[in-house]
DNA sequence: TATCCTTACGGAATTCGTAAGCATG
DNA sequence: CATGCTTACGAATTCCGTAAGGATA
């Protein structure tokens, strides 16, 4: 048993059990995939793919069972060298943040200028993904760092942290008629066309739940995964995005209304694989974005087991 | 990175950073030994050993930090190869079990000749060591299923489960003045000299506890690490043993008395490492041992967080 | 001086990539 | 017939064990 074969059964799961793709992902010839894994499976005297003919098409039985030890293993390995080139001392390293486009967008840009400017030899990745995507790319050691406000929770595998709270506001064209001055309510909205997030995405569901709540039917005419998009259309009506997408000196030909009273509260959480060894330049990035969240707060929560951590902060 | 290179570390420290001795355990040769040593230090950049001259001392702080990584992925490439063997059909294998001597003489016989019968292809392993060191090795992967009735809860890495409940006797010679038919008390005891455990075995906290409680003082002659010594010495007082520890048949010249209503009731547990795969034979053992552990009990224990595990039973 | 680790080197074993073969859709 | 996995084989690499060297208690 050695990593090599390992990683191949790992890559081979991931690439929808192609071995051509996976030989060309770890930089190696297929033949030397399709041994690794006959090996491998030699080896432990099972077969963990399900072969049609000679192709793969998916794991066996024993292949589930023993797919989380073989990724296990793997993700203790990149620990393991991650905690080399922390105490060597070495400043290179890598970086990879998954996070939304939100938080891409609006959240992120001071932190992340900070950090390039800290640690210039640091490699930084930021996979702008959707919402549910971001736990699978922490679990698979893909990220580094998850960001969202979205299906973060409840993940076994994962630590998360809050980071900061934020409300949704409503964007329409100057000289709406709802600039009127008239305290802002849902039934005055409902009589407008509305442009807003899809649903899993940016506080989507509260938007939903608060109309749902007082009985009101909105016309939703156009969803859209980030506020840029959403902003584009406003002329089409009224739009509700998250109060930071909001810049009254970029957005000149639009006019923004607090809806803070009208919407639950949004809180935006960070997300790492519990258990993961972190960089220290990892925490101090997760400072910068989260003040709140210093060294200690981090590790603790880090070396937590499942079920201590609190699901609000 | 490989195996090997992690199985020196993990052997280097188990036998006190001796690269000699590593080397006769992991059958290969000393400078082997060293190479994969170093090689691993190499590649991750930092020493894990202290060196004093040519000689390895210790662990560096690099290498605490990393020496978990390493054990968890020996253990999941253990975890890897038995569930081969599992589905593999294999009815050769090893169950290792680690427990005391109380055990291992009166409870564990039965089980283990009915084991050997069900499954003589497996080779079984019994190790007979103080109650604080059953964890230890159930940690280090060196026994697979962990009996005891001290020393066992509160390991985050292990999952424990109640097997039966005992309570103690008192053994004394034939014609002793205790077997007058007067009720058994702590302060009659406490007129005789007495002989029992050592501390830390077979429940002696709870022999200590109760004539502490009372506030009685008692002289204790000797203590042994178990019963058959114990009942040995008998003429020189009274002992205090398990219950199970006295046979009417073959403890001929002696009697017994029952002191449940004098000491607190022992229970005996089982463990086993936290996220361990163990065979379906050493499911059978478990459930042969303790019939309520049936196979999914023990499976649901096996992989439930720690906290979520009552700690009686 | 005995023990223990390192270095050096030749040989064994493993592993790889290329090329050819074969099955599937 | 194009894609994808397997087999075959020579080459390169890695890894090991023996033998010799040096440091420490």
């Known amino acids: 048993m050695n990593f090599q074969q390992l990683r191949a059964v790992r890559e ?30 030699e080896e432990l005297g099972v077969e963990l793919f399900v072969r049609a003919g ?64 800290r640690y210039p030899q640091v490699v930084l ?46 964007v329409v064209p100057q000289g709406h008629a709802l600039l009127d001055g008239a305290p802002l309510t849902l039934a005055r909205l409902a009589e407008h066309p509305i442009i807003t997030y899809g649903s899993g995405y940016t506080g989507r569901l509260h938007i939903d739940d608060a109309f749902a709540a007082a009985g009101i039917a909105i016309d939703l005419v156009l969803t859209a995964m980030d506020a840029d998009v959403i902003k584009t259309y406003v002329e089409l009506g009224l739009g509700i995005v998250a109060s930071i997408a909001y810049d009254p000196s970029r957005d000149r030909g639009l006019a923004a209304l607090d809806a803070g009273h009208l919407f639950a509260v949004n809180l935006t959480r960070l997300a790492v694989r519990r258990g993961a060894f972190l960089r220290s330049y990892v925490f ?9 969240l210093k060294r200690d707060v981090v590790a603790q929560a880090l070396a937590s087991e499942p079920g201590t951590q609190p699901a609000e902060g």
Not at 22 to 30: F, I, N, P, Y
Not at 131 to 149: F, K, N, R, W
Not at 284 to 292: G, M, Q, S
């Open 54 to 117: 000679k192709r793969l098409t998916g794991l066996t039985e024993v292949g589930t069972v023993v797919v989380p030890l073989v990724e296990n293993m793997l993700l203790d390995a990149d620990n393991l060298r991650r905690a080399g080139e922390e105490y060597a001392g070495r400043d290179s390293g890598r970086l990879s943040i998954a996070t939304t486009h939100s938080q891409a967008r609006y959240a992120l840009p001071d932190a992340v200028r900070d950090f390039r400017q």
């Open 12 to 41: 081979a799961i991931r690439r929808g059990y192609n071995l051509t793709e996976v030989a060309k992902v770890l930089h190696t010839s297929q033949p030397a995939i399709s041994r690794q894994i006959r090996e491998l499976e």
């Open 125 to 170: 990745n930021l996979h702008q993904i959707p919402p549910h995507q971001v736990a699978e790319m922490l679990l698979s050691g893909e990220a580094d760092v998850g960001i969202a406000t979205e299906a973060l929770a409840s993940y076994e595998g994962l630590v998360t942290l809050p980071c900061y709270r934020w409300t949704h506001c409503v």
């Open 284 to 292: 101090d990035f997760i400072e910068t974005f989260a003040p709140p």
